[in-house]
């Protein structure tokens, strides 16, 4: 595992045409990563601490690469990683509550194989689409320094130029779509004026449009302030601008509550919060 100090050259040559050349040497740079000290120090305690229902797992405790289809034309951006979901399995978004509705609703719109993703041997796979987070490593609450954010980004960066086909970005919270500007920024697309986050916002970003939903955190589902039918119109959307032929929303009994949901934000004007 390469230490700290050799860490600056593999980074600063993420963003160059002769940095990493596939998704597997981007993989194998992700999870060898040891450039920010308080999130390696986190990381690594949480899989040595571990909680008290998953004491008999054998943690990751390393960043967590992203995952899906290469051919994928939909990217799926989220924050970061959990101490004991994605920490832990070493798979993003899986094994945390976030995960289970995320994937059960990627499932609904055709985007998997299956609705449920618990460990990284599962049998989970992804069709057209891909899920990254922004910050690889587990943050002590969930929160990312800015120099952490700022030091990951190469990883995304070069992870989209690396996905030829993806042209839609959905964007889970304020993060993942500030995550989103950044890195197409650094690719040289015109970010500005900055769009705002919102539940169902779009933005053409060059060749990409982004779109925002919701995150899929547990304070969103269980205030129903995310319900699977937002969650479902938002993935049906995102499908639709990505050509890609989902299923039809499983989530239309869901819908009229979320136009209800979005209606509220809309008088409330709470669409923009970090959520
Ligand atoms: S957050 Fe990103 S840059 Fe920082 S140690 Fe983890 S993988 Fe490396």
């Known amino acids: 595992m390469p230490t700290p100090a050799s860490q600056p050259d593999r980074l600063a040559g993420l963003t160059s045409p002769a940095g990493l050349a596939t998704l597997a040497d981007l ?22 601490e571990k909680v008290a229902r998953f004491r008999h797992w054998t943690y990751w405790g390393r960043p967590v690469p992203g995952y899906g289809d290469p051919g994928a034309r939909l990217v799926v951006l989220g924050l970061a990683p959990a101490a004991h979901g994605g920490n832990r399995t070493g798979r993003v978004f899986t094994g945390d509550r976030s995960g289970d509705v995320l994937f059960a609703a990627m499932h609904r719109a055709g985007l998997s194989n299956q609705p449920t993703s618990v460990s990284a041997d599962d049998g989970l796979r992804l069709q057209g689409a891909w899920v990254a987070a922004a ?9 990312p320094l800015p120099a952490e954010r700022d030091r990951c980004l190469p990883f995304l960066v070069r992870e989209l130029q690396l996905l ?11 993060f993942g779509w500030d995550g989103a500007l950044r890195a197409l920024g650094v690719l040289g697309h015109a970010v500005r004026p900055l769009p705002r986050f919102g539940h169902g916002a779009e933005a053409r970003i060059g060749p990409w449009t982004l779109v925002g939903c919701y995150h899929p955190s547990q304070q969103n589902t269980f205030t129903g302030r995310l319900t699977p039918g937002m969650l479902d119109d938002v993935l049906a959307r995102a499908c639709a601008l990505a050509g890609l032929q989902g299923a039809p929303s499983a989530g239309a009994a ?4 979320a136009r209800a949901g979005r209606a509220a934000d809309a008088h409330t004007g709470e669409s923009a919060k970090e959520v």
């Open 27 to 48: 993989e194998a740079a992700i999870v060898a990563c040891r450039a920010c000290p308080r999130l390696v120090e986190w990381r690594e305690r949480a899989a040595r």
């Open 135 to 143: 910050v690889r490593c587990a943050p002590p609450a969930n929160r």
């Open 164 to 174: 030829p086909d993806a042209r839609v970005l959905v964007a889970l919270g304020a």
């Open 254 to 257: 869901g819908a009229a509550v």
